[in-house]
Antibody
Framework: QLQLQESGPGLVKPSETLSLTCTVS??????????WGWIRQPPGKGLEWIGS???????YYNPSLKSRVTISVDTSKNQFSLKLSSVTAADTAVYYC???????????WGQGTLVTVSS | EIVLTQSPGTLSLSPGERATLSCRAS???????LAWYQQKPGQAPRLLIY???SRATGIPDRFSGSGSGTDFTLTISRLEPEDFAVYYC???????????FGQGTKLEIK
């Protein structure tokens, strides 16, 4: 079955760039039916969609984060990645990657990875 | 941007009871574009319902979704101990491409 796994540093300094990778196993990231997204959840708070990418490279970002977000895909490695620049403490969150097929929901999800922004 | 407001914020019920969770949108949402998730502590969210009323794979039939326009409901017919969790609604917007989540409803054991 399809599985997603986030990876990357758990601690990032303020003003630096947060970088995470999601590795997809059990299926191809190049499937024409699906998009691949990033969602985050600050500790004790709700969910926020960050953005999504199609295997062709088309990207879609949350307007509230668009100026700081870059999502890319590497089909040869079956991975997609997130970069969030100029981070502050407000970017401390569990970051999830997930597959989706608009207009339907996100399924499945990775287990999530906590990223803390602190000096 | 469409805002989703979930109510109540916390719902206290006993196993065996019926749970009714509400999700209200600030503008009309296509039923095809409304989903519900369950999240337990320390776990990723799990898709329960998509298209407002279709159960995702493996979801028990005690979970049902309904609604249209601006008002949507998630109903759990008979609560099992494992159903106590936080529930989120989510909508998709195609123009622009955008996903938004409600703030969540915590279903706790009474």
């Amino acid at each position: 079955q399809l599985q997603l796994q986030e990876s990357g540093p758990g601690l990032v300094k303020p003003s630096e760039t947060l970088s995470l990778t999601c590795t997809v196993s059990g299926g191809s990231i190049s499937s024409s039916s699906y998009y691949w997204g990033w969602i985050r959840q600050p500790p004790g708070k709700g969910l926020e969609w960050i953005g999504s990418i199609y295997y062709s490279g088309s990207t879609y970002y949350n307007p509230s984060l668009k100026s700081r977000v870059t999502i890319s895909v590497d089909t040869s490695k079956n991975q997609f990645s997130l970069k969030l620049s100029s981070v502050t403490a407000a970017d401390t969150a569990v970051y999830y990657c997930a597959r989706h097929a608009p207009p339907y929901g996100f399924d499945p999800w990775g287990q999530g990875t906590l990223v803390t922004v602190s000096s | 941007e469409i805002v989703l407001t979930q109510s109540p914020g916390t719902l206290s019920l006993s196993p065996g009871e019926r749970a009714t969770l509400s999700c209200r949108a600030s503008q009309s949402v296509s039923s095809s574009y409304l989903a519900w998730y369950q999240q337990k502590p320390g776990q990723a969210p799990r898709l329960l319902i998509y298209g407002a009323s279709s159960r995702a794979t493996g979801i028990p039939d005690r979970f049902s979704g309904s609604g249209s326009g601006t008002d949507f409901t998630l109903t759990i017919s008979r609560l099992e101990p494992e159903d106590f969790a936080v529930y989120y609604c989510q909508q998709y917007g195609s123009s622009p491409f955008m996903y938004t989540f409600g703030q969540g409803t915590k279903l706790e054991i009474k």
